[in-house]
């Protein structure tokens, strides 16, 4: 039985999340509600894009490029087991591919208490992993964390010479135009997300809507897509 993922967005060929030329996949679903996230319509676990595992390899590595892959979110332990499979899949096809991916449990949560089936089989894909909640208050304009109090975690060798960029690196964001919309790809300067404030989310579940514009913004994101249909509407991706 092949196991579904329930996709937000991507971004194929990035150098805004993590070392080198990555792919990004952000999930849609997320049991966290931190304030002043950028992504509450990505919160509800609710329907977006279904994808199959092979096929989001496929996608993510259709720049020949691409060096490694990002998993953000939402949040990507909901969807743990699926995300496994695409790291598997996209090494099999190109050897040397590292993964980075966020998430708003701790290391130690998800090792000793897993949330869900595939946690040990993601994490054993995953050479970077950024834990913790984000916290506004604690945003320190610095690195892939969103909040001082996340921690990169080095569970393999392979971006050991990227550590101090990840850590605590100048903030990077590319801006992607494509069907109507502007999609930031990066994690966000405190400056840039007040300029761009997210969404609330209104209603629960596949009830669920987003209210643009309203609520005053934090940092944090690994991405926000600005909808241009003359509103100036704003939505926001990922942690």
């Known amino acids: ?34 304030p002043g996230c950028l992504a509450p319509e990505w919160i509800p676990d609710r329907p977006a894009r279904r994808v199959a595992p092979a096929d989001l390899a496929a996608e993510l590595l259709a720049d020949p490029g691409v060096t490694g892959l990002t998993f953000s979110g939402g949040e990507p332990m909901e969807q743990a087991a699926g995300l496994a499979e695409v790291a598997r899949l996209a090494r099999r096809d190109r050897s040397g591919l590292t993964v980075v991916c966020f ?9 000793d208490r897993p949330p869900g089936d595939g946690v040990g089989a993601l994490l054993a ?14 945003d320190d304009d610095r690195g892939l964390r969103g909040s001082s109090n996340q921690r990169v975690h080095h569970l393999t060798g392979r971006l050991r010479d990227a550590g101090d960029a990840l850590a605590g690196g100048p903030r990077k964001i590319e801006i992607r135009v494509r069907d109507g919309a502007a999609l930031f790809v990066g994690v966000p300067s405190r400056a840039l997300a007040a300029a761009y404030p997210p969404p609330v989310t209104v209603g629960e579940g596949a009830n669920a809507r987003a209210v643009p514009g309203v609520q005053s913004g934090g940092a944090g994101a690994s991405g926000a897509r600005a909808e241009t249909d003359g509103r100036a509407d704003t939505e926001r991706s990922a942690r």
Do not use: H, K
């Open 1 to 34: 039985m092949v196991r579904m993922l329930n996709v937000a967005e991507t971004c194929v060929g990035t150098r805004a999340l993590g070392p080198g030329r990555r792919s990004v996949v952000w999930v849609q679903g997320c049991p966290f509600r931190c």
């Open 103 to 111: 998430t708003g449990y701790r290391l130690e949560r998800l090792r």
């Open 125 to 138: 894909e995953v050479d970077v992993l950024i834990d913790g909640l984000y916290v506004a208050a604690r």
